[in-house]
């Protein structure tokens, strides 16, 4: 099966995309394209994977670069390979063509960002506690700082959670409250004191309240279509034992 792959006008020039989940090798839980190095999958497996889409990005493997997420607001800047480690952060920019930034998701935001202008571009990992924390901020300051100019950046909202599959608690919109009392208007009423929560709904707004250019979400919910995405809370859901990434990535 070939590699189905969505994108947006707004990132053009930049080659880019969301990679789903067909056309890999994995098998099982993970059937499909998982590209999750700490998912529990086979290691050679995921390598294959992650070396098909570095082909489809026009790159080698070595230049398909990714960080060691953990739900921060920190960008890594990179200027060359990424040569031993991860950098630990949850974005990441460059100004260096032969490129590929890549963001792993399994219902979070994968965000990609692109000034075509000035030839800087960027990828985020934007769960709640990321997007709350100012993650996506972050990464137009780091584009900034590469010589990206805020009105002449695009972004682009990749699949991730939608509202109607995303249920919580109430110390969650406490949570949100606390930070900005009008949060309130990205939930939706539950049954009893659970809520809905709009993650993209949330995301876009952090980004137009950036003053970027212009801002997009590509409406694609991962936790309702499990042909094409890999959902975390549709895995629990089904109590399965692990859950694939799915990939997003974009070169000058």
């Known amino acids: 099966m070939t590699l189905e792959i969505l994108t947006s006008d707004l990132l ?69 390979p990424l040569d031993g480690e991860r950098p630990r952060a949850d974005a990441i920019v460059t100004a260096t063509p032969g490129l590929a930034l890549s963001i792993l998701t399994a219902d979070c935001q994968p965000v990609l960002f692109s000034d075509p202008h000035a030839g800087v571009i960027g990828a985020a990992h934007a769960g709640w506690r990321g997007a709350l924390d100012g993650v996506l901020e972050a990464t137009v300051d780091a584009m900034e700082a590469l010589g990206a100019s805020r009105g002449n950046i695009h972004a682009v909202i990749g699949p991730c959670i939608s509202q109607s599959a995303y249920e919580v608690g109430p110390e969650f919109l406490e949570t949100f409250l606390t930070a900005d009392i009008t949060n309130n208007r990205f939930f939706a009423d539950g049954g009893g004191d659970r809520k809905f929560f709009d993650l993209p709904g949330y995301g876009l707004h952090r980004l137009r309240s950036a003053n970027i250019g212009k801002v997009e979400w590509t409406r694609h919910c991962t936790y309702s279509d499990a042909d094409k995405f890999y959902s975390y809370r549709r895995t629990t859901h089904a109590k399965e034992a692990d859950y694939g990434r799915l990939i997003a990535s974009i070169r000058l």
């Open 12 to 80: 053009a020039p930049a080659h880019h995309g969301f990679f789903t989940r067909r056309g890999g090798a994995s098998s099982g839980v993970f059937a499909g394209l998982n590209c999750g190095v700490g998912s529990s999958d086979q290691t050679e497996i995921v390598t294959i994977n992650r070396q098909r889409v570095a082909s489809a990005m026009g790159v080698e493997l070595s230049h398909l670069a990714g960080v060691h997420q953990i739900h921060s607001a920190d960008v890594a800047t990179l200027t060359a």
